[in-house]
């Protein structure tokens, strides 16, 4: 089993929906939750990150950490074209700064 | 001008062969890094350096090496490339913050 579980889809959603992407993960230890967004051809690139638990919001996204339940999310209000990538999610334990990726979801936002 | 860059962009090399994928930053971090990219498994880490004397594996080191010359310089080797080392390599890097890690554009890699 892997560390970190997210499902690569594809997933669309039409344009102005609400997205969700999700990861689970099995080591209690992780307390960095980062999520990266990789257009095609591109490297991954830092869209939020979130430290221990509780949401963190920067405009249209939303990042979640529930670690009681070891799930984290990240929510995209009124999608655009533009959001149209794949998201992955990383995370890392206090003592380790290796980062522990998820396989990616990729998301196509249709107009 | 991109902060990290890769060199080559697209490699294609025959089974056997010895192949080296060059990274250049001009970031000024400490820290960089190698991973390679399959379909379905994510990013792993291959090595990572935290500074010209410090190197460490990854995840999945077999069958790799890898040269800090200098601070801005990372490279990683192939002794003897095998096709299911077939895949997208990445270079970043990252300040003292583990959250943040900025990545070159990529070595799409096919071994032969």
């Known amino acids: 089993q892997k560390e970190v579980e997210q499902d690569p889809g594809p997933l669309s959603v039409p344009e102005g929906a609400i997205v969700s992407l999700n990861c689970t993960y099995s080591n209690s230890a992780f307390q960095y939750f980062m999520w990266y967004r990789q257009y095609s051809r591109k490297g991954p690139e830092l869209l939020m990150y979130?430290?221990s638990s509780g949401n963190k919001e920067d405009g249209r996204f939303t990042a979640q950490v529930d670690k009681s339940s070891k799930y984290i999310s990240l929510f995209i209000r009124d999608s655009q074209p533009s959001d149209s990538a794949t998201y992955l999610c990383?995370?890392?334990?206090?003592?380790?700064?290796?980062?522990?990726w998820g396989a990616g979801t990729k998301l196509i936002i249709k107009p | 001008d991109a902060d990290v860059t890769q060199t080559p962009r697209n490699r294609i090399t025959k089974t056997g062969k010895r192949i080296m994928l060059e990274c250049s930053q001009t970031?000024?971090?400490?820290?960089m890094y190698w991973y390679r990219q399959d379909p379905g498994l994510g990013l792993r880490l291959i090595y990572y350096s935290f500074d010209v004397k410090d190197i460490n594996k990854g995840e999945i080191s077999d069958g790799y090496s890898v040269s800090r010359q200098a601070q801005a310089k990372f490279s990683l080797s192939l002794e003897s490339a095998i096709p299911n080392q077939t895949a997208l390599y990445f270079c970043a890097t990252s300040g003292q913050s583990r959250e943040t890690q900025y990545f070159g554009p990529g070595t799409r890699l096919l071994v032969l």
């Open positions: 970031k000024g971090h400490d820290r």
């Open positions: 990383a995370m890392s334990a206090y003592s380790n700064y290796q980062l522990i």
């Open positions: 979130t430290y």
